[in-house]
């Protein structure tokens, strides 16, 4: 005879609970990764494409130019985007900004299951 084994999840019940097993949509907490590694990224990511766009397109143009010796003839430009990116990277409200765009974008997909690259993908194939 076959045994019924219960399907156990190793995930807490917040994390597997929701409209798509993702979470619960409304849960605002934050996890390590999410503070460490994921809001981090979102305000790089918002800061080179919105903050400091004229830096890092001089030290884009500064890499392109120099190939092989950007390293050392970059060396002003790339001082001057660490130095944009630092300033907005320690700026409370920008960091309270990514964040609260952060779990927007959370809890819109754990209430529909589609990532923020996908409706990208769809709006663009429309």
Not at 35 to 42: A, G, N, S
Request: charged residues 40%.
């Amino acid at each position: 005879m076959a045994e019924f084994r219960e399907k156990k999840n190793i995930l807490h019940e917040k994390y597997t609970s929701g409209p798509h097993g993702l979470g619960d949509p409304e849960d605002k907490s934050l996890r390590r990764v999410e503070i460490d590694v994921m809001i981090p990224k979102k305000m790089r990511e918002i800061a080179r494409s919105e903050k400091c766009v004229d830096v890092v397109e001089k030290f884009t143009e500064c890499c392109k130019n120099n190939n092989i010796l950007m390293s050392f003839k970059c060396r002003k430009e790339n001082a001057a985007l660490k130095e944009c990116l630092t300033r907005w990277y320690q700026d409370e409200g920008f960091q309270n900004r990514c964040k609260n765009e952060y779990l927007e974008e959370r809890t819109e997909y754990r209430r529909t299951g589609i990532t923020q690259k996908q409706k990208q993908r769809l709006s663009t194939s429309m």
